[in-house]
């Protein structure tokens, strides 16, 4: 890392974690010729729990960071190949003008490394091993800066800056601070995953979906999805999400993978006592905007702290860089303006906008995470949608959000006017109790 030096220091922006959220802010801010100081508590290459799977909605905002796909260390597949109840239906992404016509994986220690850099060559300050401890506030209340901890001797510093963006991932450090509260009704999830050494699997071309995980042989399938993940290098990322649900006991999700595993065909060497590289890890998935407002006293809140995994699949790659590049134009137009209402009146334009672009998409995504909950619904998914290349066809595009907004086929056209009927809602926090 960049030695800090002593206190306070001071940049145009300052950007609160380096993941995909935060390194697209940075980024794209330092495109625009700001100074960016991104305070990050890890140092690169870091494990991040995840699943890995980049879908064609994600690998449309690498090529927006200039990231070099064609370089080794990427694997590239061409679709989505669902098993439910002994039935595979194998789905080709769709090619449109707007999202290739194929996805990626890349595990998280390399991926996040190389999102860093991209900031950094464009000129973001990157200081890692700094861990923010909270939001440095002016007289009304304003976030001026925050509040830091450097290096293995923990040495305090205090950043300044006009505007933050807090890109924290789903602890939300800074949200909590400002008083930003989860929104209950909203969905959560949780994910667990372990990489596995697979000869058989490892290069496979399509990323696997199993969608009728159980907690017992003959129970009703689980709100959610497993997932086998080539990564070309040997290995394969082996995971679930579950969507959260009251139940009478807690579900042992270890117990679920292990179950789900040995169905796996024995050739693809998954049950072996060497093949598990690594330990099962776990987090949260933050859904459907479940912590409002975006924006608030000079701080935007960007990717998993925002609460912005798709409430349809559980990915959050591609809407944490979708935010943070929002969240860059936005800034970068509000700092033209002296600070002064009309700054403020800029800056209050990011939840507008995410809430335009995503709004109706993840509040249909919110009622489709409600009904994976009911039994009767998943059990009508695992036997007769997932095992219908028709409706796979259709439903693959919805739950990526890859479909053309203009001059896209039938079946883009259906789903975008499914998503525009759907009323909008307000960027702002409809009054509920805190969680
Ligand atoms: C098991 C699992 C599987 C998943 N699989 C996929 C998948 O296949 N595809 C997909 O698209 N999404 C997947 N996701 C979701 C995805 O991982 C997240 O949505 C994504 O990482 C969000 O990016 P982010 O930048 O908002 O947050 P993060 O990636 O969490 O980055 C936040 C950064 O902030 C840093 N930070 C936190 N607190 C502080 C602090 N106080 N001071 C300084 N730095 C701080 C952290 O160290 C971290 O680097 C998965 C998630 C899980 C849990």
């Known amino acids: 890392m960049t030695e800090s030096p002593l206190w306070p220091e001071t940049a145009d922006v300052i950007v609160v974690g380096a993941g995909p959220a935060g390194a697209s802010a940075a980024y794209h801010l330092a495109r625009h010729g700001r100074d960016v100081l991104v305070l990050e508590k890890a140092e690169f290459p870091r494990e991040k729990v995840c699943g890995d799977g980049l879908t064609p909605r994600a690998v449309h905002h690498l090529i927006r960071m200039g990231v070099d796909i064609e370089a080794p260390g990427w694997h590239r597949n061409r679709g989505v190949r669902f098993v439910s109840r002994g039935t595979t239906v194998e789905i080709d992404w769709p090619e449109s003008a707007r999202f290739p016509g194929f996805g990626l994986t890349r595990s998280r220690h390399d991926f996040d490394d190389l999102l860093a850099r991209r900031a950094v060559a464009a000129g973001a300050r990157l200081w890692t091993a700094t861990r923010v401890t909270e939001p440095v506030l002016d007289r009304a209340g304003r976030a001026r800066g925050v509040t830091a901890l450097v290096g293995a001797g923990r040495r305090p510093v205090v950043c300044e800056a006009p505007v933050i963006i807090a890109a924290d991932g789903v602890s939300a450090r800074m949200a909590v601070a400002l008083g930003v509260a989860r929104l209950p009704r909203r969905p959560m999830a949780t994910a667990i995953r372990q990489y596995y050494r697979s000869a058989a699997r490892h290069d496979d071309a399509f990323l696997d979906i199993w969608g009728d995980l159980r907690a017992r042989p003959g129970g009703p399938p689980l709100p959610g999805y497993g997932w086998i993940f080539p990564m070309g290098d040997g290995r394969v990322n082996v995971g679930l999400g579950l969507v959260n649900e009251a139940r009478p006991e807690p579900l042992d999700t270890r117990r679920v993978l292990a179950d789900w595993l040995a169905r796996t065909p024995g050739e693809w060497g998954l049950m072996a006592p060497d093949a598990p590289d690594g330990p099962v890890r776990g987090a949260a998935l933050p859904m459907g905007f479940n912590r409002l407002p975006h924006y608030t006293r000079g701080v935007l809140l960007a990717g998993d702290a925002g609460g912005m995994v798709s409430p349809w699949n559980g990915e959050g790659i591609p809407y944490a860089m979708e935010s943070g590049e929002v969240a860059a134009e936005i800034v970068n137009q509000a700092l033209a303006r002296p600070p002064g209402p009309w700054r403020e009146r800029v800056l209050q334009r990011y939840p507008a906008e995410m809430h335009r672009r995503l709004g109706r998409y993840y509040r249909l995504g919110n009622v489709w995470a409600g009904l994976l909950t009911r039994p ?21 595009r919805l739950l990526a959000n890859v479909t053309d907004e203009a001059g896209g086929d039938a079946a883009d056209r259906v789903i975008n006017a499914l998503v525009r009927a759907v009323p909008a809602r307000s960027p702002r926090p409809r009054r509920s109790r805190p969680r």
């Open 376 to 396: 009767p619904v998943t059990s009508f998914l695992s036997r007769r949608v997932v095992t219908s290349p028709a409706a796979m066809r259709y439903l693959v």
